[in-house]
């Protein structure tokens, strides 16, 4: 009964993205050969990015502000 509901829910139950999606691991009678390396996380990166650019924008304007009271 539960494989027959896994076959019919397949696409919603199996996740789209993450280490096994693209590459499985790899094992034979002696135990595990491969496992993918794991997936980057790129959140923290564009957080990242995003605060740089935030206070680049900043120094900027406090510069252009400055340059035009002189």
């Known amino acids: 009964r539960e ?4 076959a019919s829910n397949f ?4 996740p789209s993205g993450g ?3 693209r590459e499985p691991a790899i094992a034979d ?5 491969y496992i993918p390396p794991p997936v980057q996380d790129r959140l923290p990166a564009a ?3 995003v605060a740089v650019a935030f206070c680049a924008g900043m120094i900027w304007g406090k510069f252009r502000r ?3 009271r002189v």
């Open 3 to 6: 494989l027959a509901w896994l």
């Open 11 to 14: 696409r919603a139950v199996v």
């Open 19 to 21: 280490r096994y999606v």
């Open 29 to 33: 009678e002696r135990g595990v050969m």
């Open 47 to 49: 957080i990242g990015a």
């Open 66 to 68: 400055k340059s035009k």
